[in-house]
């Protein structure tokens, strides 16, 4: 059996796991069965978690109407799930990806210089205490903005985040 889907984060407190699907991330309780079992492969789990595959739906053109009906994200390109762009990331993935890049210090910075308290306390709940890192966030946008970042740099940030193993 080949995985073709990602884990992007397990939550041990909530005994949950987001998975990308390739066409949609989905936030699962992960089967009792799995966590009842320790001894399970590697090969099992992803057998088991291959029964919460949900249904793919068919291809349908979104009308017109009901795209200009959705708030435009500025400095994210458009969430193309078949990309292979992940939608979100676990935070260490993302701070691994910055402090890769080289990026890290200089997030941090702009946070730090966020002079407005009630936006600060965002920005600090935004790196320190999410569980996971979404490519429209508001802070990433502004932050990503602040560094000069296009919507594809944040796209490789994303692909890079979503392949580290810590």
Not at 58 to 84: C, K, N, R
Not at 106 to 122: F, G, H, M, N
């Amino acid at each position: 059996m080949s995985k073709d889907f990602n884990i992007v984060s397990i939550d041990t407190q909530n005994n949950s796991i987001i998975i990308n699907w390739g066409w949609v991330t989905l936030n699962h309780s992960i089967p009792l069965y799995i966590l009842e079992n320790l001894e399970l492969s590697q090969q099992e789990i992803l057998e088991h978690l291959e029964y919460m595959r949900p249904v793919q739906p068919p291809q349908y053109e979104i009308p017109t109407t009901l795209l200009d009906m959705a708030p435009a994200v500025e400095g994210v390109s458009e969430a193309d799930t078949g990309s292979g762009v992940p939608f979100s990331v676990s935070r260490a993935q993302g701070k691994a990806a910055l402090v890769q890049a080289g990026l890290w210090e200089a997030v941090k910075s702009y946070a730090d210089s966020i002079e407005d308290p009630t936006q600060a306390a965002l920005a600090d709940i935004a790196l320190n205490d999410t569980a996971t890192w979404e490519r429209s966030s508001p802070f990433l946008v502004a932050a990503a903005q602040s560094l000069g970042m296009s919507g594809e740099d944040i796209d490789n940030l994303f692909i890079q985040a979503s392949e580290v193993r810590l």
